[in-house]
């Protein structure tokens, strides 16, 4: 059977780092609040020039070194982002002209903080149905755009980034020792649209809009919602959460992944955390906290890595794959 494996990883962040202190200038904040609250200790923001579809495009160029491969070898790219360049084309377009590629097709997905699980999850069905062999898939956001500067309730959580991975169609027995993605669970449930939303759009009020936040409420869903995604998957794969070498979660917030890494009964040492340096850069999250475990040697071929994020809709899912 066809599955879809990881052969190139890459990642991108602004040049800016904003650190807590630094927000204390701009809103009645503290660096204590914020650590002691979320685990972020600092973000990148993104200046002028730098944008979704630049670092998008840059994260996908390391992704393709990476791979050694060139863009004549990718077939499609999705990106996941909630902040395109423009309302359209979609900024997949703007990255595939970036890149060079004539040939093949890209489109946007937006599911929030979790665009990289549907995105990667969209590419797995395309690979496995011979649509495409190679997908470019890219989670880039510019949330810092979309912030209320004024707002310290929200401003403090968020920062900017891309991370990109290729997926190549791999022939695998159809077990759980196969290469590449192994199980995969998307859900949303738009009853909860008001807890996590932007409150502007072409079609309301034709203007971006900012975002808006009831934190408390998504906290209150978060772990249950993940949870269940997970068993899920574990369940598809036919093993239990400590067979995991790799447990690479949305970086929201540290208490939401300590809540849920302690309800899975897996160890902190193998959780990736990158909450602290990037603060939540949504769609760009995951991938991001898979690249920095790539580069800095922890993640090795044959790994077994489960990744998971939640967000706006609510939307949430989760996969598990072997590297
Ligand atoms: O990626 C999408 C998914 N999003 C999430 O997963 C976010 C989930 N939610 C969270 O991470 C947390 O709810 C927050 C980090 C957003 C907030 O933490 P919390 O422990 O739930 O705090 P809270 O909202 O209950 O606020 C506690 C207090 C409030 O003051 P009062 O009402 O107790 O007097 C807030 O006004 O903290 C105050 N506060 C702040 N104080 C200093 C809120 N923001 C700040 C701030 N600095 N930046």
Not at 14 to 20: A, H, L, T
Not at 155 to 163: H, R, S, T
Request: glycine share 10%; proline share 2%.
């Amino acid at each position: 059977m066809i599955r879809s494996a990881i052969c190139g990883i890459g990642m991108a962040l602004p040049k800016r780092v904003v650190k807590n202190a630094d927000l204390e200038e701009i809103v009645d904040t503290s660096d204590e609040w914020i650590h002691q609250r979320t685990g972020i200790r600092q973000r990148y923001i993104a200046g002028e020039g730098e944008t979704t579809v630049t670092l998008g495009t840059q994260a996908a160029q390391a992704a393709l070194e990476d791979a050694r491969l060139g863009i004549q070898d990718i077939d499609m790219i999705i990106l996941a982002t909630s902040t395109p360049d423009h309302t359209f084309p979609a900024s997949a377009t703007e990255i595939q002209r970036a890149l060079g590629m004539a040939h093949g097709f890209a489109f946007d997905i937006q599911a929030v903080c979790s665009g990289f699980i549907f995105a990667m999850t969209t590419a797995d069905l395309y690979i496995r149905c011979k649509t495409a062999r190679r997908a470019l898939v890219i989670g880039s956001e510019t949330f810092s755009r979309l912030l209320d500067w004024k707002d310290r309730t929200t401003c403090v959580l968020f920062g900017d980034g891309a991370g990109a991975v290729i997926l190549e169609a791999r022939e695998g027995k159809g077990d759980s020792q196969d290469y590449g993605i192994l199980a995969s669970i998307l859900r949303s449930d738009g009853r909860h649209i008001e807890k996590l939303y932007v409150d502007g759009g072409p079609s309301t009020t034709q203007t971006t809009g900012h975002l808006c936040m009831e934190g408390r409420e998504v906290f209150k869903y978060a772990v249950g919602m993940i949870s269940d995604v997970v068993d899920a998957c574990l369940e598809i794969v036919g093993i239990t959460a400590p067979n995991i070498d790799w447990f690479i979660p949305h970086q929201a917030n540290r208490r939401i992944i300590e809540s849920l890494t302690h309800r899975l009964g897996i160890s902190d040492d193998k959780v990736v955390i990158t909450v602290d340096k990037h603060g939540n850069t949504s769609a760009a999250s995951v991938p991001l906290a898979l690249a920095v475990a790539d580069k800095d040697g922890r993640l090795r071929k044959g790994d077994l890595i489960m990744l998971q994020a939640m967000g706006g809709g609510f939307a949430w899912g989760s996969i598990i794959l072997r590297l």
